[in-house]
């Protein structure tokens, strides 16, 4: 449903991607691996909008958005769960789903009001807190937080960057969990992730970027039995 | 009582010129260009009362009007740089509109003298409030009106989806990009309506003082202008008007009896309160003990 084709995508003068070419495929979790610093979130960015790639083309169901603007990209179906989490910290749980929503100009407000009583069952902690501000969350409740705004657009794509990062295991548990009830209400994910194991259990193709290029592309059964990957990511012993 | 009008008057058009800034500061951007939209809304409603003959109120909509299209015009490219380079932008922009009016001659005669603005020496002879015999207590009540109108549009613009988009620009640019939130036409509408709204400010001081001049509109009126709604606290509109209270009210005019200390003081009391209540003086604690309050008050009458 997403296809990336030859992405350069630069800060100034230096190439942070050099020509990416992957796709996602509908119903599917694709899984993005790659060391800090691989161009991972500058993909992701590239994708939503924000930045704007220097060459190549990103098309979303045969429709191509390369270097449209974020807002139309999210109406497209493409949200982002950004890296960090990124919740207005000094707004509301109840304004950051309402925010959630901003694109949604043709939804009526009962719709709207409905989804989020959606996601409060979803993430019942998030109802708990409803009132509360979002930087007062924990960083899972925030992390939670972060999925369901980024929901409240209906998206048919849901990107994920790192949503494991800084928490503990067992909230990481729990993250992993969403990514898959999401997936099996049907909705497509492409999630990166550095926790090569989690993204094992879960994910159905694996791309691994590394400066700024893709040099791997399989099932995770190939990925279990590449041997780089198994050093670099899994830590596996070497057997020979 | 004509010096306590004054006061009122005062507080009144500066509690506007506050507001106008506290719109921008939602979004994040801190603008000095406040002083420049004011002196453009000052000298074009004056010219068009003075000169033209208009009435004070369309003459004040004019003058913002152009203030905010201005705003526009220079918001597309201010507002791509952010911080300490937007300063700079909108500090250099101000000085800009200043220097125009220093330089600016257009005088004609209305019957033995010469009115208009005169460069260097400035527009005298604003002299719309006495000749239609607009007593101190009218245009106090004028400024009021429009200052009361103004928060209560923002009060509502604040609670509105508007108001979210707005803080949510402030408070995390890729979060507010990430939902589809675009970031150039959010900053420019708020800094075009900030323009409008310091050009109203502008429009009402002109008249009020009868005598403007480049000097009026320096940078430190700029200071002045983001100085309200950052000691009042950002959490909603009151803020402002207590802060100009404050400052004008009580730090300039209350310690008059001080003499020369005041201008130390004056300093020293804004760091103070700035320490004691870092997120302004009216922040969200304050906001929720004044909303209960109120809503127990209602409960007992309820009762």
Known sequence: MLEVQDVVTAYGKIEALKGVTLRVGEGQITCLLGPNGAGKTTLMLTITGILKPRRGSVRFHDKDITGQAPGGIVRAGIALVPENRLVFPEMTVAENLRAGAYSRTGSAASEIANDMEAMYNRFPRLRERSTQMAGTLSGGEQQMLSVARALMARPKLLLMDEPSLGLAPMIVEEI????????????????????????????????????????????PGEMAEDEVIQRAYLGTRQTA | MDFLLGLTQLIGVHTILGLSAYVVLLTGQVTIAQAGFFGIGAYIAAMLTTLAGWHIVPAMLVGASVAGVVACIVGFPALRVKGLMLVVATTAFGEFVR????????????????????????????????????????????????????????????????????????????????????????????????????????????????????????????????????????????????????????????LRFMGDWRNLLFGALIVVAMNVRPRGLIDERVVMIVGRAFSTRKGRADA
């Open chain 2, 99 to 254: 220097l125009f009016w220093f330089n600016f001659d257009y005088q004609i005669a209305k019957g033995e003298i010469m009115v208009g603005p005169e460069g260097g020496e400035g527009f005298k002879q604003i002299r719309y409030f006495p000749e239609n015999g607009w007593t101190t207590g009218d245009v106090a009540l004028f400024i009021w009106v429009i200052l009361i109108a103004i928060m209560l549009a923002l009060w509502w613009m604040d609670r509105s989806r508007a108001g979210a988009v707005l803080r949510a620009v402030g408070e995390d640019e890729l979060a507010a990009q990430s939902v589809g939130i675009n970031l150039t036409a959010t900053k420019v509408t708020a800094f075009a309506v900030g323009g409008f709204i310091a050009g109203i400010g502008g429009g009402i001081y002109a008249h009020y003082t009868t005598h403007i001049e480049h000097a009026n509109f320096s940078v430190l009126l700029a200071t002045f202008a983001i100085a309200y709604p950052i000691l009042g606290g950002l959490t909603n509109v009151t803020g402002t008007l207590f802060a100009v209270v404050f400052i004008q009210g009580i730090l300039v005019e209350g």
């Open chain 1, 176 to 219: 992993f969990q969403i990514v898959r009830d999401l997936h099996k209400d049907g909705t497509s994910i492409f999630l990166v992730e550095q926790n090569a194991h989690m993204a094992l259990q879960v994910a159905h193709h694996f791309y691994l970027l590394e400066q700024g290029r893709v040099t791997f592309d399989g099932t």
